[in-house]
């Protein structure tokens, strides 16, 4: 029977996976593309630069961040050794990421040009990156009894 916490690490874990292919592997791609999905910002809220780093993120998510977790999560399911590792340091990406963007995001809050409402951050963002903290505990804890000395 499959653990409680395995699920807690799969369920949210793919749902994050799907959600990251569409709203950043696709504007990674084209980024106008994004904007008329409504999982980017344009310029005009966010201004050319808040545009390059939106793009920087999607673009590292889409080489680096979504195959990792991908591949973290199917081994995860699989039980493979190496999938700890992998899986852990997905994770520690999701735990990262949150934080630059509420930090940045906050501090932008007063910059020209900058109307971005990010009220939703902050209560999505939160949660994901303490879910991340959680599953990187859980995917790397050893559920076998510490070995006694003799």
Known sequence: MTSARFWWIQVPGWLLFVY????QGIPAIDYDLGIAMGTQEPAEVITPVGVAFWFGFAFADLVVYIPMLGMGLAGHWKGASWA???????LGITVYWPVVVLSAAFDASDAPGWLLDTTMFWWVLPVIAVWALWAIFACTANDRPAETAQ
């Not at 990251?20 to 709203?23: S, T």
């Open 84 to 90: 700890p590792y992998v899986l852990g340091g997905a």
């Open 20 to 23: 990251l292919v569409y709203a």
